[in-house]
């Protein structure tokens, strides 16, 4: 157990009602905690499961990324309500499978661990916690994503801390921090690793981030086009030891077809120049959507989802190998059997229907298999029987417990009267939660020295990234909504004629962003990717428990009836990727999409002719630059500060629960999800 360097973290907002158990208080005269319904004690499980047994092949890989500190399951989601010991316990079952088997498994995982749940950002350095927690899995190969170089303080806490723990497994081949004692850089993690999996493949690893801008001054990215002319990263690629894999593991998008920040194509353009013969098996992440791509005849890209929705799974047959030891193909589970060719949705013994794939000049052999697991017991137990039973499993959910307790993250600020989704509904519809975040912020962002100025409060849509359900609005789901700590700024007594203009032009106009709702801008985001087809790949939303529906009857032969018990689809991911439509684990009904703005304006505006123009400190550049087109001409130097800088985009929520969600509190009635 880490020495955990926190204290339980005072809100700030005045008290916050709670109780012992999930539906009131048991007590009047004891000091009472709220576990609101959690895959902690009394969480909820997946009324429907895996449509298959997973593929098994020469080797075989489970892959995390964008956790985002969700190790404690998800808030009312049946879907995705697994903790981090069930997982924990799942992996281990998984590797003695693997044992049995005779093949290789291998554990990986790309890149941000927090900025998005309580249970990694209600320490003082986000992290602390979760941390500890998420290193009760023993990774094969880990990564660094975006989120761990904001800020200076986490930066380090990952280079001291997280990145010992895995030490060589930590690959972060671009990504490099400055010493703090003698002032040089360094790289964070190992620049590559070569090593051997327990059968005897000989690989060859590299950690490629996206291009990223966004870092404090402490750390240092390469760009991916000057990462493949350094030297060392050329002698890697040369190796004078036999390599019989590349792993180019990144929190990096694998698609530049669906996110304009990915590298990881180039990269694996360069090694296939050198190497054309060895094959190249890619992760990635950042884009928070499954997803899987073809790059050519021996290389595969894999994405694995966000926040604890989903697990990864890759399966390969035909690695050429002199040291391997393991079988290609283990007996009695099934195989993998597709090569690498985009379309190819076809069986074992048929030809893909498309010869459009890239492919380089090596015949290949190798056959693929993947699939994404819906993160729930339900899931774990089906692919891995008797896992949940693990003791090291419920120690690990236990300490989970333990810690959300410590961090008070049950506190509770309200009942939200409704359910909001991000893009579920139109902009501007009462259930859509920029509606909400509109209202809340007219109603509490306003300094009292300035209460009788109207005022236009402008933040980035982005700043909000998931959705609220009606029940209890917790200290925890003021993260999960709103982990950000952006402060409001504002411009006093600015034309209205201006003022006015500036949502429009800040809408219009392209800037980089990274927590634009857009998915290639690096940051919390919805699911969908607005500019495909949002039927693909739609928002993952909450469900409660679904009925089965009325047995149906089928008449096949006169007097002889079958009758089939119906059981409807939940709401949830429906993924198109490079090998069709088959890779959900879990069959699920679409959710509708629409567009929501960049950026969204609350008017709490009084009739005159001036008015103060509040914003995020986040934004000021771009409303600064906005202004600027229509006319104005402030600077930085104009800008002020309009509240605390302690009372912040992850605030004005809470702040908003307290005064207009108190009915039915403490008992909150919960509503229907998102998708019902």
């Not at 004891?30 to 895996?50: C, E, H, K, W």
């Not at 044992?99 to 950002?121: A, E, F, R």
């Not at 000057?226 to 998008?253: E, Y």
């Not at 109603?443 to 933040?459: F, H, K, W, Y």
Request: hydrophobic share 35%; glycine share 8%; aromatic share 10%.
């Amino acid at each position: 157990m880490l020495v955990r360097q926190w204290l339980p973290l005072a809100v700030g907002l005045g008290p916050a009602w709670a109780c012992d158990g999930c539906y009131g208080p048991q007590s009047a005269d004891v000091v009472m905690t709220r576990l609101v319904r959690r895959m902690q004690p009394d969480a909820l499980n997946a009324t429907t499961g895996p449509r298959a047994p997973l593929e098994w092949g020469q080797l075989n890989f489970l892959h995390t990324t964008d956790t985002h500190g969700w190790l404690e399951g998800h808030v009312k989601e049946e879907n995705y309500g697994a903790d981090w010991g069930d997982f924990v316990a799942f992996s281990r079952r998984m590797k003695q499978k693997a044992q049995q088997y005779k093949v290789d498994l291998l554990l990986i995982d790309t890149g941000d661990l927090h900025d998005g749940n309580g249970l990694s950002d209600a320490t003082p350095i986000n992290g602390n916690v979760s941390n500890a927690i998420f290193e009760r899995l023993d990774y094969d190969l880990l990564t660094i994503g975006n989120h761990e170089l904001y800020i200076s303080e986490i930066a380090y806490e990952t280079f001291t801390n997280f990145s010992k723990v895995y030490g060589h497994r930590y690959v972060t081949s671009n990504v490099e921090i400055k010493d703090p004692v003698t002032g040089r850089f360094e790289y964070i993690g190992a620049k590559y690793r070569y090593f051997r999996t327990h059968h005897g493949l000989r690989i060859m690893a590299f950690g490629v981030l996206f291009d990223f801008t966004g870092n404090s001054n402490v750390s240092r990215i390469t760009k991916a086009a000057n990462l493949v002319k350094q030297p060392w990263f050329v002698d890697a690629v040369q190796f004078k030891a036999p390599i019989d894999l590349f792993l180019l593991v990144g929190h990096n998008p694998i698609d530049p077809r669906k996110s304009s920040s990915s590298t990881l194509g180039l990269v694996q353009r360069f090694i296939r120049d050198k190497r054309p013969g060895v094959p190249i098996q890619i992760f990635g992440g950042h884009s928070h959507i499954r997803d899987f791509k073809v790059y050519d005849n021996m290389s595969t890209g894999l994405e694995s989802g966000r926040y604890c929705e989903t697990l990864g799974w890759l399966s390969m047959s035909g690695i050429k190998s002199a040291t391997y030891k393991g079988v290609m193909l283990p007996p009695a589970v099934p195989h993998p059997t597709r090569p690498a060719v985009v379309g190819n949705t076809t069986a074992k013994g048929t030809t893909p229907t498309s010869s459009a794939s890239p492919s380089c000049d090596t015949p290949a052999s190798l056959v693929y298999g993947r699939r994404y697991l819906d993160w729930n017991r339900r899931t774990f137990a089906y692919h891995a029987p008797g896992s949940q039973d693990s003791s090291y499993g419920r120690a690990v959910s236990a300490e989970i417990l333990q810690d959300r307790r410590l961090l008070n993250l049950s506190a509770l600020y309200g009942c939200a009267p409704q359910t909001y989704c991000q893009s579920c509904q139109p902009f501007g519809a009462s259930g859509n939660i920029f509606s909400l975040s509109a209202t809340a912020l007219s109603a509490v962002v306003v300094n009292p020295s300035r209460a009788d100025r109207g005022r236009l409060i402008i933040i980035n849509t982005g700043s909000i990234r998931f959705d609220l359900v009606k029940g209890p609005f917790t200290y925890d789901d003021s993260f999960i909504v709103s982990p950000f700590t952006d402060a409001f700024q504002y411009l006093p007594d600015v034309p209205y004629s201006l003022a006015s203009q500036t949502i429009g032009v800040l809408n219009s106009q392209v800037s980089l962003d990274k927590r634009r709702l857009k998915r290639r801008d690096f940051g919390f985001s919805p699911l969908v990717d607005l500019s495909m087809d949002t039927c693909r790949d739609p928002p993952i939303r909450h469900r409660p428990l679904v009925a089965r529906a009325p047995a149906a009857a089928r008449v096949l032969a006169p007097g002889r009836v079958i009758r089939r018990q119906a059981s409807p689809l939940t709401p949830g991911y429906v993924t198109t990727d490079d090998f069709g439509t088959d890779g959900d684990d879990t069959s699920h009904r679409a959710i509708p999409a629409f567009r929501q703005p960049e950026y969204l304006q609350a008017n709490a505006s009084l009739p005159a002719a001036a008015v103060d123009l509040i914003f995020l400190d986040y934004v000021a550049a771009d409303v600064l630059a906005a202004l600027a087109t229509v006319g104005g001409t402030y600077t930085t130097l104009d800008v002020l500060q309009y509240l605390s800088r302690t009372f912040t985009t992850n605030s004005y929520l809470p702040a908003y629960a307290k005064i207009a969600w108190q009915q039915n509190v403490p008992n909150c009635p919960v509503g229907e999800s998102v998708g019902e």
